[in-house]
């Protein structure tokens, strides 16, 4: 019993005693497509909002829904639809949720109004939701040791590069597809390669049924939810003066995550079956550092995008593809930077995380400054190679990070972990997004001239929040340098971490 506890604490899983699944790398492929198309949802429809408001006649706060309703219902689901799948088998959850992705995909390129695309896209949200955390619960179950890193690397760039490269493939779609109605091709590209990997999902997925029958803490469901959608509601309709109208919903949710942190815990010291385990946050070594670390970051860096693409097409005069492309190199920089941090995290650890947010403050913050002083079209030229070293470093962020973050949470809690970080994800998208447009067009002012200085100061407002993440990740590398040296043979504190894969 004791050897079966502890294999199962150090990431292992103990019902699991078969060889690797020679599959595996096939299997993590059909996962990565489609997880990159749910994130990719969040931001590649942004650019065809204009055309979808003129072909439906319909109000910007009504069409606005068609992006905001879809990270709210994606974020309301996240850890609810992890632990289904930790208690129910990530397989199928994975295939059910793939399943009703691609059907509301059809149905919102179908969609005759405003009122039932907002409804298919709602709904894509709760499937999109349901799929991420199987992502990285299945990266979990399948891998072990330095091959985990690997996959956690390439999950890392599917992350990255799918929200850097939403405008740029939104622009694409829409030039290609011309006319009004193009922008419906943005939702029906997802029906091919939704149901082709699919039907690779099914032949590929592992089969591993729960060890266990579990019962869904409802009482918890009820609490997370409400609070999620009390904090993000406000920030997802900031456009239209949301946040003004509803501030105190923050109150509100605060008070509900609070009540539900201390439910969690009730449940948990009486060997219920929580939701979200409280010792993934107090027992976990390097959990909450990381979900942290990933909330903070994702404040600046998905907010970052929106003010890029303002400041190109409103204030520079791009289209939305010329737009999207001047934002390239930060797009295959953090592609490049994820493959190969997640071959090195085994050796560096923390570190990595470290000197990755360092190059992304660097690259950002030179890029907004070339931006800021260089006259024409000739800034974005020079501004490239600092978005390229600002893409390395966000590469070097990301899938590290979730390496990290999820490297010693036990397989039977993978699906409800990452929920939860994707969670603090997707707050931190919402808060960035909400804010940093807001202050640029605060800067901006009523005479609109002053484009280039909004973008600076909205720029380096993102990079405060990631200066806080550079901060957590130094003090979190430096406890994990104190432990080591009081205790060199301990494995849970060595740089390589391997031993969440070996339960």
């Known amino acids: 019993m004791g050897g079966r506890a502890q294999a199962e604490e150090r990431g292992g899983n103990p019902a699991d005693t078969s060889e690797a699944d020679p599959r595996r790398w096939k299997a993590l492929s059909v996962t990565l497509v489609a997880g990159f198309m749910s994130l990719l949802d969040v931001t590649v429809v942004a650019v065809a909002l204009p055309s979808m408001q003129r072909e439906l006649h319909t109000s910007a706060p009504a069409i606005q829904w068609v992006v905001s309703g879809y990270a ?70 399948m891998f072990r040791g330095a091959e985990r890193g690997r996959a956690f690397g390439l999950f890392g760039a599917t992350v990255g590069v799918s929200s850097a490269v939403g405008p740029v493939v939104g622009g694409l779609v829409l030039t290609l597809a011309g006319g009004e109605d193009g922008w419906r091709w943005l939702f029906y590209l997802n029906v091919p390669v939704g149901a082709l990997a699919l039907i690779l999902g099914v032949r590929l997925l592992p089969r591993v049924e729960p060890g266990r029958r579990e019962r869904l803490d409802l009482p918890g469901v009820a609490l997370l939810g409400t609070g999620v959608l009390a904090v993000m509601l406000p920030l997802v309709l900031a456009e239209s003066g949301g946040v ?27 060997d219920g079956q929580p939701l979200l385990d409280p010792r993934l946050v107090t027992s976990t070594r390097g959990y909450a550092a990381g979900a942290a670390i990933a909330t903070l970051y994702f404040v600046g860096f998905s907010g970052v995008w929106l003010v890029f693409a303002l400041f190109f097409q409103n204030g520079q005069g791009y289209s939305p593809l010329r737009s999207g492309l ?20 085994e050796r560096l650890g923390r570190l990595l995380t470290v000197c990755g947010l360092a190059g992304v403050l660097v690259g950002l913050g030179t890029a907004g400054a070339v931006l800021r002083l260089v006259p024409g079209g000739a800034a974005v030229w020079w501004a490239a190679p600092a978005l390229l070293l600002g893409g390395l470093g966000s590469g070097c962020v990301v899938s590290p990070n979730i390496t990290m973050t999820l490297r010693d949470v036990p397989v039977r ?27 640029f067009y605060m800067v901006l002012g009523h005479g609109g001239h002053h484009y280039r200085t909004a973008l600076a100061v909205a720029i380096g407002s993102g990079l405060v929040p990631m200066l806080c993440a550079w901060g957590l990740a130094v003090y979190d590398w430096m406890r994990d340098r104190r432990a080591e040296r009081r205790d060199p043979c301990a494995p849970e504190v060595s740089h390589s971490h391997t031993h969440a894969g070996h339960g």
């Not at 309301?76 to 397989?91: E, F, H, N, P, Y």
């Not at 001047?326 to 995290?345: E, K, N, Q």
């Not at 809690?413 to 202050?439: C, F, H, K, N, S």
Request: aromatic letters at 6%; one cysteine or more; hydrophobic letters at 60%.
């Open 244 to 270: 003004r109208r509803l501030w105190w919903l923050f109150l509100v949710g605060a008070a509900l995550l609070v009540a539900f942190a201390r439910w969690e815990r009730r449940v948990g010291a009486r």
């Open 72 to 141: 709210l219902t994606f974020a309301l689901v996240l850890v609810t639809a992890g632990r289904l799948g930790d208690a129910l088998g990530r397989r199928r959850i994975f295939l059910m949720a793939l399943t009703a992705f691609v059907l509301c995909s059809a149905a919102a390129g179908a969609a005759p109004n405003v009122t039932l695309l907002v409804v298919a896209r709602l709904a894509q949200g709760v499937a999109a939701g349901c799929l991420a955390p199987q992502n990285s619960a299945l990266i979990q179950q």
């Open 413 to 439: 809690m993978a699906g409800a972990a990452g929920g939860a970080l994707q969670t603090g994800q997707r707050l931190g998208g919402a808060v960035g997004t909400a804010a940093l447009p807001g202050l």
């Open 326 to 345: 001047a934002v390239t190199p930060f797009a295959l920089g953090s592609a490049a930077g994820a493959v190969v941090s997640g071959r090195l995290v």
